[in-house]
């Protein structure tokens, strides 16, 4: 009792100071200090109107929990989103590609409304009532699935990236984009739920004469791409969860294959088929788009992983250091990733390669996942060229720009992992340049 | 207690000689083979479970057992249903016939508003030949490694390496906004024209008008580029070629961890040549903002907005069918040229290649709405 009384004492007097407030208020809105709302000041040129003014925020109700019942971005992030251009599209925005923004980007894991999204025939939408999965072909037990059933196996929850080949690929002949978010924006990384495929297949009695699995969309492009067995049996997946939900339909929703660490393209969405056989397919796209030409005329197909690769975030031209000044102690922060195996350093260059020094990763060190690394540096307002080179368990290294094209030449289109370099200029401001020594 | 101590302070001097070693795994479960002893297919590493766990994750090793019961057997129909690929042996290819002429006529009909007469190609859309595939194959070789060299020629005729896949392609993914319409005959019919623009000849034969292509006739053809394709993946030996070229790093290249004078002088660049390619949608901004409202008629409730996109977007969203793009103010400044009741007008009527109201049955107030519109959108 007595607690409550006080209480309703308290509201009383704040009502009181409320009137005092709205009395004053009226006399001089702008010049009243907020926190000093029982003896008014006069606000001064140094004084900050984020701090000393009262904003509607503070003097008004927010909206109810009723709204917005699945939640949305602050409208003042409008600027964080996909982006695309015409260049990069097959005649119309059907067969195209949108581009994830990573100088966005924090932590390793991209939120859903984000993630790259490269389609073949537009984005299906699909009635998960009316979708099957059909395992078939050289198993002794063929399988049909509704998505209920799929998801009654026993699940998985893993944190990968996913990264389309031409990740980069337009810049095999220099440098185009004066932006990461098309340099390096056909990737992100996301903790996906679904079931391992050889959890499926242990009671389905899989035919020894059984080396590919081909994998097909039931969308507009009828998707489909050979694996080879020794991925389904080891680490592929049939996810149906993205960060804690559903797929979203650009991903494929209700499922998708997800071939951890390997081209984006193989991680067929809106996945409707599975079958098994003893020959490769030589699917749609499988040669006619996503092999890696080099200068002897030959091309590699079935160029599964996406080799170890790193580029620096911060700074970059989305997001340059034109308000650093002289002195100031800042963070080089970037992503590293390998499609072969877990990152186990990354170097910086200062001097577009010449000399190395290694930085620190930070956050979650996992399996085919972004990576962090950072380096603390005392900006001098000198020109630098800033380069970033990985490596992974399995003995991978970036290679150099010039031994990149020494091996694959410069008409591979797919698969450029070549050390990335930033110029910084004096002012701070960040070019795309590559370092041909 | 002293031991213990110890202990932590060996392993401490341990862990810290092991993190400035360059070869210090993340994972000490990290492989490069399968349990069966053979190499990871793509050159890299494999976590097995060990201890329930693979790398971080913790796993619940009673859950991969089988033994499930979820699920049916599928019916023979179902099965033909929805397999629906088409290998280079033949599995999967239909019988049915079409001669060159009909694929001509087809293709007018059906492909050309994209792929342009002949197959050529244009506005991003792929080309489908560029000339004798023969000649066209020996480009690939071709390294655009100077302004003014010729780029590798990379066609159906001229680079894929089976013919099955063009069978398949056009079956079940063209044309591309109406997939799976193509009935074999005429899949048929647009394979033999096809592979006569590219002057592929089947058992040496050239396939001239009235050359009929049916399924013994197309398990014949030899794609100029059938060996141009590394590692070879055919053929129980397959799989292993893969595993041997790709755990051979030379064959695409891998870095050295030089970390002192990595090269002589100064570093050579390449830059951006102009601007680079920067005519992107939305443009960049890191700006935290409110969205710019559009005013006036342009707004979210604008009359004309929700008819635009139910029935005009479809041609006027992109400039991909000649029709003036909503947004782009110059072709709306050319359009307005004519004066607004001109376009009125024209929209009521058709004009180039749009009919009467756009193929529409809207009214004609309804129509100026969506016309008042889309020219608010390039103000």
């Given amino acids: 009792m007595t607690k409550i009384s006080k209480a309703s004492q308290m509201t009383a007097e704040q009502s009181d100071r409320r009137d005092f407030f709205r009395k004053t208020a009226a006399y001089s809105v702008s010049a009243l200090a907020a926190a000093s709302v029982m003896a008014p000041v006069k606000i001064n040129a140094e004084d900050d109107p984020a701090i000393v003014e009262e904003k509607k925020w503070g003097t008004t109700f927010g909206y109810p929990v009723t709204h917005n019942l699945y939640g949305q971005p602050s409208p003042y992030e409008h600027n964080v989103t996909r982006r695309y251009t015409k260049l990069l599209s097959s005649g119309n925005y059907y067969a195209s590609i949108a581009m994830c923004p990573i100088h966005e980007s924090m932590g390793i894991i991209t939120p859903n409304g984000l993630f790259f999204n490269r389609e073949h025939g537009g984005v299906a939408e699909i009635d998960p009532n009316e979708h099957r999965l059909m395992i078939h072909g050289l198993v002794e037990k063929p399988l049909v699935l509704t998505m209920d059933e799929l998801k009654k196996y026993p699940s998985v929850s893993r944190i990968h990236f996913i990264e389309c080949p031409a990740n980069g690929g337009p810049e095999w002949r220099g440098p185009q984009f004066p932006s990461i978010q098309f340099a390096k924006g056909m990737m992100s990384c996301a903790e996906w739920t679904g079931v391992y495929i050889k959890d499926i297949l242990k009671d389905l009695g899989l035919k020894k004469e059984a080396l590919w699995m081909l994998a097909e969309g039931v969308d507009n492009a009828h998707m489909g791409r050979t694996v080879p067995i020794d991925k389904v049996l080891d680490d592929a997946m049939i996810v149906w969860g993205q960060n804690g939900e559903a797929l979203r339909p650009e991903q494929g929703y209700p499922i998708r294959l997800l071939v951890p660490g390997w081209e984006g393209n193989l991680c067929v969405k809106w996945l409707g088929r599975l079958e098994f056989g003893s020959e490769p397919w030589y699917a749609k796209e499988e040669t006619s788009k996503y092999t890696a030409l080099k200068p002897s005329g030959k091309a590699i197909q079935h160029f599964y992983a996406n080799e170890v690769n790193s580029v620096i975030t911060s700074p970059c031209p989305e997001k340059p250091w034109t308000d650093l000044k002289k002195g100031d102690l800042v963070e080089i922060e970037g992503l590293a990733w390998s499609g072969m195996g877990t990152i186990e350093g990354v170097d910086l260059s200062f001097d577009g390669g010449k000399n190395w020094v290694e930085a620190s990763l930070k956050g979650l060190v996992l399996p085919k996942a972004w990576t962090r690394f950072s380096l603390m540096y005392k900006y001098e307002g000198k020109p630098l060229l800033l380069s970033s080179r990985a490596r992974d368990d399995a003995g991978h290294i970036q290679p150099t720009v010039k031994h990149e094209r020494e091996v694959m030449g410069v008409e591979s289109v797919y698969h450029r992992n070549g050390i990335f370099t930033w110029e910084v200029t004096e002012k701070g401001e960040v070019n795309n340049v590559q370092v041909l020594s | 207690m002293f031991k213990s101590y110890h202990k932590i302070i060996l392993s401490t001097v341990l862990l810290a000689s092991a993190a400035t070693s360059t070869v210090c795994a993340k994972y000490a479960d990290a492989s490069r083979t ?228 990595c090269f002589d002088g100064k570093p050579v660049l390449s830059r951006i040549s102009g601007s680079g390619i920067s005519d992107y949608q939305p443009p960049i901004s890191t700006k935290r903002s409110l969205p710019v409202q559009k005013e006036g008629a342009a707004g979210a409730d604008a009359p004309g907005k929700k008819t635009y996109e139910a029935s005009c977007a479809v041609c006027h969203a992109t400039d991909a069918m000649g029709a003036p793009k909503v947004g782009d103010k110059k072709a709306w400044a050319a359009v307005l040229k004519k004066g607004i009741d001109k376009v009125y007008l024209n929209a009521l009527n058709g004009v180039n290649g749009m009919p009467p109201k756009g193929g529409t049955s809207l009214p004609d107030d309804k129509v100026k709405e969506v016309v008042d519109y889309m020219v608010s959108q390039a103000k």
Wanted: proline share 6%; net charge neutral; glycine share 10%.
């Fill in chain 2, 34 to 261: 399968y349990s069966n002893g053979k190499k990871v297919i793509d050159g890299g590493s494999t976590y097995p479970v060990k201890s329930n766990k693979t790398s971080a994750y913790y796993v619940n090793t009673k859950a991969d057992k089988g033994r499930f019961t979820f699920g049916r057997t599928p019916t023979k129909n179902e099965i033909k249903a929805w397999n629906i690929d088409v290998m280079p042996d033949g599995t999967g290819l239909p019988e049915g016939h079409g001669t060159v002429e009909e694929g001509d006529s087809l293709y007018e009909e059906k492909c050309a508003a994209c792929h342009f007469d002949f197959g050529t190609g244009g506005s991003g859309y792929p080309a489908l030949q560029k000339g004798n595939a023969y000649e066209a194959q020996k480009t690939l070789t071709n390294q655009r490694t100077s302004p003014d060299a010729d780029g590798p020629i990379r066609v159906f005729g001229s680079y894929w390496p089976r013919a099955s896949t063009l069978w398949w392609y056009i079956k079940t993914g063209m044309p591309h906004p109406a997939p799976m319409s193509l009935t074999n005959d005429q899949v048929y019919a647009l394979s033999a024209y096809i592979l006569s623009i590219n002057e592929i000849k089947i058992d040496g034969e050239e396939l001239d008008d009235d050359y009929e292509l049916d399924r013994a006739k197309f398990l014949k053809i030899v794609m100029p580029n059938k060996d141009g394709f590394i590692p070879k993946i055919d053929g129980p030996h397959g799989v292993e070629n893969a595993r041997k070229f790709f755990n051979d790093f030379k064959n695409y290249g891998n870095g050295t961890r030089c970390m002192k004078n």
